[in-house]
């Protein structure tokens, strides 16, 4: 074909595209002027089924991708597997849902490349790959049962998951960061799992994590994982390879594609990149073109992430996608760490939250948005940290309850709503142990002086532990109690019960720091509550408690720094009721100054002070009034019995007594605190209250049975 | 260590240095360039094979871009000069797997003859074979009449680059380009009997 005539097939083609196919032919006969065969050879083109599958509907990549020559029909018996429907198939691979014929179970088998007579070299190497991965057993992990050869074809058998992948349940402007935290939590702890093993996964993307229907995640494709060392001399990885794994480099790390081998840092990178999207329905790094996505990846900071990401939640991210790997976290476990630090749980939002939206703290912000979201699935775990019960209507009451329990809000609906749960599902431990911890809280709380309550927290407590004794609030309610009934030593050993079955549950690590505070032993203290301010950033009487003992440790600046942060609200109407005491007494020492913040944040004048029945609000009232020298120290019977069930009652009415320069009665008081557990000897000697006790024999009595008592008991 | 991170220094600073000749109107630098990359992406296509994975095949466009990234200095390139790059390594590309499927139909025929590991990294089913060697000749034949339209299909099917890029290393508009592989696409359909239709399922 002459050029000429080329370019008068190549003029009316593009002419005849642009009528309406009706008319194409009536235009053709009268452009073509009666040239039959420049007709017939436009019409020729025309006519060309533009099918979707052929070999110039994708670049050669897809189409050599593109490799199911062979589909086995449901039936097909593999191994002991007979498959049954295809579930999925990408390039690589055909993923069937089977059964596990001596089992009788239902699996998925995953037959994975295209049987050729020249990869059994590849195969075997596959093989011994997805061994590997099969050695992973994690909840969140989706477990290889079994990896075989039939006929020549490698299958993988593995957990049949009913769920979606995460990239599909991403909406256009991200999930809820609740919902993010949650998975990002539990994606962590699947990699953490693997990293230990040395195993990395090298392909972890949305595409290959699946949530189940209860909101677990499961991430897959651990089979094409390989160890960590065991290949470190086999030259070094490539584009190529993972861009093969990938189908797509978006979630390649810098140093990847400058060829350097996959680390366990590759994978915290591409955890960045998966989080970045679920939280903002984006991916970090785009380009049209893989060269110009790479140059992004390697060059390119990722843009914002939107208004609504928590501060906290974005910086984990961002630290992840931080180019250099040294920069990264070294550790998946080091960002389950700090995501849980963060962890939305509502468990934690509730009575230990009193930052509300629009409290003005960046903490507040993002919390606030958490709560405005709906969570996607009904939760594995109750928002206080327990198993749900089967009964959903008794899941509500106890959710709803929590919600009083934990802002203090309502303890007489939190019982009832609780009494009703538990009259649906009496088996409903979660419902049990919230029951005990409504009674413990009207103590705690200083609504009342009942003691009968601590025995009925106690009771409840056991029933609890009596139903599922992995039931960890019940243990750590039971902690509480014991702790408040002066048995410290049994208090420290169930609040470890609980830690070990729920190292999420921050009250866990709060009654252990408790005790270890009235131990005397302040890091061990310290750390606890570190830990429990990790589980939950917004536990607040964790972080006084925190301050409180670095104050007891002499580090005075420190203290303050750790109680005067920007989320510290004064006014905050749960600061005012319930731990003003704490501040007043146990952190500033300051009295004076104490005191005037006392008055600030209740609001109140001195009587009205004194009219309220809040005995926490009366022990803070009589410390700081103490100490400005009131003629009268208001300590009636009521008070004092409050006092003597709470663990730092009784320290907390010999410093008042001794503030006021009642040595006998402080004196008296600080037996009684001994007796109830507290052996903090070091500090009495320090405790600028107790300085007028100092000289007293008793005092110097006191001290040293602490210290010959403890050293005993090799403490 | 160090000589090894010099001589790829070397190796961007020559490779770098070339495109701008060639894109600057120096012929001659295509002819250095080429075997460079040709070597260059053989041997990844190598490595790669001699590490792991089965049944897969290579996948070209990644190569195509992994052999930019390695030989070209990515960051201080100019656009063009890196649409050139890709545009010789569409080229490479072809050859290599276009080659490689014509010595599988060879060797089916039975000369006995077997592919050096490096093919067989780019393994595909015979089927694909003479599905690629089909597209082969009939691009060849579509060179013969417009060779233009010929490079736009290399460059898209081969180096996977997209319009834009196209556009770039061909000096025209992305309008020109999506005109010529509308026409070119339904003409080497034709030319190849309609369009190989795969396996029903697919």
């Known amino acids: 074909m002459s050029a000429e005539r080329w370019r008068m097939v190549e003029k009316l083609y593009h002419e005849a595209l642009e009528v309406p196919a009706s008319g194409r032919r009536a235009f053709l006969e009268r452009a073509a002027g009666g040239d039959q065969e420049l007709r017939r050879e436009v019409e020729a083109l025309l006519a060309v089924e533009d099918d979707t599958t052929g070999i110039l509907n994708s670049d050669a990549a897809g189409w050599l991708a593109r490799g199911q020559d062979w589909r086995p029909e449901p039936g097909t018996m593999l191994g002991p597997y007979r498959l049954d429907s295809l579930l999925g198939f990408g390039g690589m691979a055909l993923v069937y849902r089977a059964l596990d014929t001596r089992l009788d179970r239902q699996v998925a088998v995953k037959i994975v490349g295209l049987p050729s007579e020249s990869d059994e070299v590849a195969q075997q190497r596959l093989l011994r790959e997805a061994r590997t991965a099969s050695a992973l057993h994690h909840p969140n992990i989706c477990t290889i049962f079994d990896v075989g050869e039939s006929d020549g074809r490698v299958f993988i058998a593995m957990e049949l998951v009913n769920g979606r992948p995460l990239k599909e349940l991403i909406p256009p402007d991200g999930l809820a960061a609740e919902v993010v935290v949650d998975y990002a939590i539990q994606i962590a702890e699947a990699l953490d799992h693997a990293h230990r093993r040395t195993v990395i996964h090298r392909d972890l993307k949305s595409a290959n994590v699946m949530v189940t229907e209860e909101g677990t995640i499961k991430v897959f494709d651990f089979g094409i994982a390989r160890k960590l060392n065991s290949d470190a001399g086999a030259g070094r990885q490539t584009l190529t390879q993972a861009g093969l794994i990938t189908g797509t480099p978006a979630y390649m790390a810098p140093e990847l594609l400058r060829g350097e081998p996959p680390t366990r840092q590759t994978d915290l990178w591409a955890a960045g990149v998966l989080l970045y999207e679920a939280l903002t329905g984006q991916l970090p790094f785009?380009?049209?073109?893989?060269?110009?996505?790479?140059?992004?990846?390697?060059?390119?900071?990722?843009?914002?992430?939107?208004?609504?990401?928590?501060?906290?939640?974005?910086?984990?991210?961002?630290?992840?996608?931080?180019?250099?790997?040294?920069?990264?976290?070294?550790?998946?476990?080091?960002?389950?760490?700090?995501?849980?630090?963060?962890?939305?749980?509502?468990?934690?939002?509730?009575?230990?939250?009193?930052?509300?939206?629009?409290?003005?703290?960046?903490?507040?912000?993002?919390?606030?948005?958490?709560?405005?979201?709906?969570?996607?699935?009904?939760?594995?775990?109750?928002?206080?940290?327990?198993?749900?019960?089967?009964?959903?209507?008794?899941?509500?009451?106890?959710?709803?309850?929590?919600?009083?329990?934990?802002?203090?809000?309502?303890?007489?609906?939190?019982?009832?709503?609780?009494?009703?749960?538990?009259?649906?599902?009496?088996?409903?431990?979660?419902?049990?142990?919230?029951?005990?911890?409504?009674?413990?809280?009207e103590i705690e709380s200083g609504e009342s002086n009942n003691p009968g309550l601590l025995r009925l927290a106690a009771s409840e407590s056991r029933n609890s532990i009596g139903v599922d004794s992995r039931c960890a609030r019940a243990w750590s309610t039971l902690a509480a109690v014991l702790l408040y009934q002066g048995r410290k030593d049994q208090a420290l050993v169930t609040a470890r019960r609980a830690i070990e079955i729920s190292p999420k549950l921050a009250d866990g690590f709060y009654w252990l720091g408790s005790c270890y505070t009235m131990d005397g032993d302040y890091e061990q203290a310290l750390s606890a509550f570190r830990t429990a301010l990790r589980a939950s950033s917004t536990f607040f009487i964790a972080r006084i408690k925190a301050a409180d003992t670095l104050f007891r440790q002499g580090k005075r600046a420190e203290s303050f720094r750790e109680i005067e942060g920007p989320w510290f609200q004064p006014e905050h109407p749960s600061i005012r009721k319930l731990r003003i005491p704490d501040y007043a007494s146990g952190n500033l020492r300051d009295l004076a100054v104490a005191r005037r913040f006392f008055l600030r944040a209740a609001g109140w004048k001195t009587e009205k002070v004194l009219s309220t029945n809040n005995y926490q609000i009366r022990l803070a009232e009589a410390l700081t009034s103490a100490a400005e020298g009131s003629a009268s120290v208001n300590l009636d019977q009521d008070l004092l019995q409050y006092a003597s069930l709470i663990s730092d009652g009784p320290l907390l009415v010999a410093e008042i007594y001794a503030t006021a320069g009642d040595v006998d009665r402080a004196l008296d008081w600080l037996e009684r605190a001994v007796r109830a557990g507290d052996e903090e000897a070091d500090w009495f000697r320090r405790n600028p209250q107790l300085a007028s006790l100092q000289s007293h024999p008793r005092f110097r009595q006191i001290v040293e049975s602490i210290e010959s008592s403890k050293m005993h008991r090799g403490r | 260590m160090d000589t090894e991170m010099n001589q790829k220094k070397d190796k961007r600073a020559t490779v770098t240095q070339l495109l701008r000749a060639w894109s600057a109107g120096d012929a001659g630098a295509l002819d250095s360039l080429t075997?460079?990359?040709?070597?260059?992406?053989?041997?990844?296509?190598?490595?790669?094979?001699?590490?792991?994975?089965?049944?897969?095949?290579?996948?070209?466009?990644?190569?195509?871009?992994?052999?930019?990234?390695?030989?070209?200095?990515?960051?201080?390139?100019?656009?063009q000069d890196r649409a050139h790059f890709l545009a010789i390594a569409a080229q490479t590309m072809r050859r290599i797997l276009v080659d490689f499927a014509r010595s599988r139909n060879f060797q089916k025929?039975?000369?006995?003859?077997?592919?050096?590991?490096?093919?067989?990294?780019?393994?595909?089913?015979?089927?694909?074979?003479?599905?690629?060697?089909?597209?082969?000749?009939?691009?060849?034949?579509?060179?013969?009449?417009?060779?233009?339209?010929?490079?736009?299909?290399?460059?898209?099917?081969?180096?996977?680059?997209?319009?834009?890029?196209?556009?770039?290393?061909?000096?025209?508009?992305?309008?020109?380009?999506?005109?010529?592989?509308?026409?070119?696409?339904?003409?080497?359909?034709?030319?190849?009997?309609?369009?190989?239709?795969?396996?029903?399922?697919?």
């Open chain 2, 35 to 79: 075997p460079l990359v040709y070597t260059e992406m053989r041997r990844m296509a190598r490595r790669y094979m001699n590490q792991e994975r089965s049944g897969h095949t290579l996948q070209a466009t990644a190569l195509v871009h992994e052999a930019f990234l390695r030989l070209a200095d990515a960051q201080r390139i100019e656009w």
């Open chain 1, 286 to 441: 785009t380009g049209p073109t893989t060269v110009a996505l790479a140059a992004a990846i390697l060059n390119d900071t990722a843009a914002p992430m939107a208004a609504k990401a928590p501060p906290r939640l974005a910086a984990i991210i961002r630290r992840c996608l931080e180019k250099d790997p040294s920069r990264r976290y070294a550790y998946a476990a080091e960002i389950k760490d700090d995501l849980k630090a963060l962890a939305p749980r509502p468990a934690l939002l509730g009575r230990r939250v009193w930052i509300t939206a629009g409290a003005g703290s960046a903490a507040a912000v993002g919390f606030g948005a958490w709560f405005g979201r709906e969570r996607l699935f009904s939760p594995t775990r109750l928002s206080s940290g327990g198993f749900p019960s089967l009964d959903a209507e008794a899941n509500e009451l106890a959710e709803q309850a929590w919600a009083k329990l934990s802002t203090h809000t309502d303890l007489k609906g939190a019982f009832k709503l609780l009494a009703r749960a538990l009259l649906l599902d009496a088996g409903f431990a979660e419902a049990r142990a919230l029951l005990a911890f409504a009674y413990f809280v």
């Open chain 2, 109 to 202: 025929r039975g000369a006995g003859v077997r592919p050096a590991p490096l093919e067989e990294a780019l393994l595909v089913s015979s089927r694909k074979d003479q599905e690629l060697t089909q597209l082969d000749d009939a691009l060849q034949a579509l060179a013969q009449i417009d060779p233009r339209k010929a490079k736009v299909v290399e460059l898209r099917f081969f180096g996977g680059l997209e319009g834009k890029e196209i556009a770039e290393v061909l000096g025209v508009s992305t309008e020109t380009v999506s005109r010529d592989w509308k026409l070119a696409k339904a003409w080497l359909m034709r030319e190849m009997g309609g369009g190989a239709k795969p396996a029903p399922g697919q």
